[in-house]
DNA sequence: GTGAAAGCGCTAACAC
DNA sequence: GTGTTAGCGCTTTCAC
């Protein structure tokens, strides 16, 4: 009974194991695996049977350098915890799953270096592409590394995807799929400015990060729309976190910060704002006016239920699969641009001194 | 300069490239690459120029196939969408790459085909191990064929983890990490008990989902430790999302349900049962507790905030890793349970009746 | 139909 | 130090 090689149940078994086992050679193992050659009906009983008996099954990465592997996509993310990553990477990982793709993931914790590093990892791995989800730092150094890693993955064959994130250079071989967010931030703010406020606290993300800077752009461009130049005194920066609104806001009020309304950069801020306001012992829409962004699933529970603008995020993610997996290679670069809308809920109401 | 091999830019190149380039074998690229064989500085120098200029990368699969890969480790869930799966994706991942591994997803969507299918497709890449996050189905089938896969996998030298999920039959070959799950429930009720409660509704999750059972295990065993004997026309099921919880809530109080505290099973279900609670004029603790389960970072920003269980999700995720990757071979078993505790916030109060 | 042999891209044991 | 050769586990010509 000493073998060299394994017998069921004592480690891997290697093609030429079940080749032995069933007294054929190992092409013919692979032949009826594959099931694309004709085989005797006798010989494929045999090999199945040795098959069953080993639980054989081939190694696939052996598979794909033989040039036969199962295609594989790649995508990085801030932090998967939050909401609106969450759905889309749901969105990403749905639809690859559906286009047969394997899905390797990679949370960044914002940190640059790291996701660096990954995407080179990923053009090690052959994958079919690499997809950014989420904003991310948008200084000019960031867009240059990030050019330069888009040919380099380009020129392997793979490609880079920015999802929910503002394109690099004209020209840079890349896919983006973006919805408006700037738009959004517009929309709300009009609003809100519609509704009779006049000083609205902005509470922002980090100032390099693309979403914090989209969003602002739409809040300040709704104000200077209509000749309004909004006190930068009022504009906030922290993250994207529930703590983060909740921190801002205790701030804004204990410093006396004048305002009517809030918009906060995510509903998640929004969130932590809006605890603050009512432990201020300040009544929402009474007092002060609040409003967010993503429209999570949660938006509608909060108490008022808030008024935010909606993302299709999920929908972000699907796109971003779907459209990287359908291009031709030497096609046009693809740019999507999805829309938003705000959806208006119980948190926004005129300011109080234009009610008196 | 008609070249068989591909110029820089040209497509991925291979290992003989860089060599033809740097006129040097293919073993001493890989030396260099390698680091680990003294070379000679001008070597060295000429073979790193031709790296650059041609933008090589050694495919990684090619080095999993000679035996020197980067691990990987596979995860599966229902659906990363949920506040506590997500949290514990983001620890398995977050220790994973801390040991070096990288991280294959797989969602469900709660289909035990596609989960069985990715489980097999793992096995096929010999994966490290592949981590089970959140609860399942626990039917005597399903537990039965999870033992076959768990004694594949582990005959193929990987290993199937269950994190926060309830053990297969004693002595399968699974590493387990779970958390109290029914003593968590049998706490929180407790503590809506003792607040003098009688009729409490219970808002479930699906009857064979192992985490809807433990919870309303929790809630039994707590009655039944008091002598009480809970209406079963109270245990309302459904599935751990927001709208559950709204949809349930809304049905129990069109019944005219008599109860006057009521136990969601998630958080996510007490968002949207409060939301449901809010609409139909009730006050929230007054006219009628509520409680939840998970801990959400949303949990607080409810009103009134919401008393619910902690569990440590990341750290369950970051335990499964760390636990199975340490394992040596032969070891014994694993089986962690992590302990829960109550948070008291603000949406428990006695029950009307008792405080007239 | 099936086996032998070559090849995928890489590393490592063995020469010189 | 560096080239040659064998080998990882698989697929796919090419013969017979």
Redesign the pocket.
Known sequence: MTRKSADAGAG?S???DVAARA?????????V??G?????D???TRVMRAVHELDYI??AR??A????GTPTLAFVLDDITGPSFALMAHGVEREASRLGHLCLVCSTDGDARHELDFIETMRAHRAAAVILVGGGADTPEYRERMGRVADSLASAGSRLVLCGRPPLAPGAPVTVIEYDNEGGAYALCAHVLTQGHRRILFLGGSPDHSTAQGRERGYLAAHRDRGMDPDPALRLSGDFTRDSGYRLMRQALSQGLEFTAVIAATDMVAAGALTAAHEAGLDVPGDVSLVGYDDIPFARDLHPALTTVHVPYEELGRLAVRTVLARTPGAQDEHLLLGTHVVVRDSVAPPANARR
């Open positions: 891997r290697t093609i030429r007294g054929v050679s190992a092409s013919t193992v692979s032949r695996l594959g694309t050659y004709p085989t005797s006798a010989t494929r081939a190694d052996a598979k350098v033989a040039g036969v």
